[in-house]
């Protein structure tokens, strides 16, 4: 594995809607077509917005990444689509077993030989996703929505599997029955007895390295927050590795869980408009002389707009969980912290692509 691999590592994301909450209905953000061209690297963001049946030309986005150069093997993959039906407000919860090729994994540098008297350690981490929902074009009232990646193992040494844990939940509330709600094929209005179909895909980032080449500490933070209309919360994460042993060190993020119930038992608004959401890594800082890395990580959400000085929102209680892991690495590579941001005016299809060239 002595090739020199380049990858985009995605730190979470932040979307904002600058006029009125709304439903959310497409969501997403990840990257594409990373290509090496001489002393410089390009690659595509993809943003993934669509908010109900309003324009979404008021909505914003910033996604944290970090530009990776290590001599450790890196890859990009995508799962297949995946389906998640939930019952109206009830949501729900599924485990896939995903088995990737190497061979079908995207990379800057070579394919490494896998020796299967010594297989290397696994780590795979979040990298974006992707969610439409199914027959339903204007989307459901939040509920919830999270995904994480785990449990990395060699099935053979082409392939390597790991579990992904997805879970989503469309609400009812303000209104059970909202207005537009109507499939695009048949034309017939949406009920809240039919069921909620959603089309899930997740990129992830590949890591491999032996014991002397890697070291990976998890790390899981959970947030509570009672009868709010709007949060900001972010926690100081220190992590420690053996600088004798590693060169460097960098978050990545393994998962996250977005959760909104009522403020209250048996209120029926379970769920909320969006106006402002978001989960990420941010003020990253590596202290190499103490073997010490520090970053904050944690998450906003509002649903509610200042109007004459009054905040106009119902209330909503969330719980929230991020999974974040530190990767140590053995190698004089570097890691550059930046961030895509931009607008959604002028797009086609609701995803607006945004091409990144950076210097390596």
Not at 132 to 151: A, C, R
Not at 269 to 274: K, M, P
Request: net charge positive; hydrophobic share 35%; charged share 20%.
């Amino acid at each position: 594995m002595s090739d020199h691999y380049i990858t985009p590592i995605w730190q979470g994301f932040h979307f904002q809607w600058k006029r009125y909450p709304h439903r959310v209905s497409i969501l997403g953000s990840r990257f594409n077509n990373l290509v090496r061209s001489g002393n410089t690297v390009s690659f595509y963001h993809d943003q993934l917005l669509k908010i109900g049946n309003w324009p979404t030309g008021e909505a914003v986005y910033q996604v944290p990444y970090g530009l990776l150069s290590s001599t450790l093997f890196t890859a990009m993959g995508r799962t297949e689509p995946l389906d998640l039906t939930s019952q109206f407000q009830k949501g729900c919860s599924e485990c896939f077993e995903i088995n990737v090729p190497i061979s079908q994994l995207q990379s800057i540098g070579a394919l490494p030989q896998i020796d299967k008297t010594k297989l290397p350690q696994i780590k795979i981490a979040v990298n974006g996703f992707s969610i439409v929902p199914k027959g339903n074009d204007s989307g459901w009232h939040f509920g919830g929505i999270g995904i994480q990646v785990e449990y990395a193992s060699w099935k053979d040494t082409e392939h390597i599997t790991f579990q992904l844990r997805a879970s989503i939940r469309p609400a009812g509330s303000p209104e059970p029955m909202p207005h537009g709600n109507v499939e695009r094929k048949n034309k017939k209005p949406w009920k809240t007895t039919d069921p909620c179909c959603y089309m899930l895909e997740v990129d992830y980032t590949v890591f491999l390295g032996h014991e002397d080449e890697m070291e990976v500490t998890d790390t899981t933070i959970t947030h509570e927050a009672k009868n709010r209309k709007r949060i900001e919360h972010f926690e100081q994460l220190e992590f420690s590795y053996n600088k004798a042993k590693f060169d460097f060190a960098f978050p990545v993020l393994s998962g996250f869980k977005l959760e909104i119930d009522a403020p209250k038992v048996g209120a029926k608004n379970t769920g909320r408009y969006v106006r402002e959401m978001g989960a990420f890594i941010k003020d990253i800082h590596l202290n190499k002389r103490k073997g010490k890395l520090y970053c904050l990580a944690g998450y906003q959400f509002s649903n509610t707009i200042l109007d004459n000085k009054r905040f106009t929102a119902f209330p909503w209680n969330i719980a929230t969980t991020l999974n974040v892991s530190q990767i140590a690495v053995k190698d004089k590579g570097k890691i550059k912290y930046q961030s895509v941001e931009g607008n959604s005016i002028g797009a086609d299809d609701h995803v607006y692509s945004k091409r990144i060239v950076l210097p390596i």
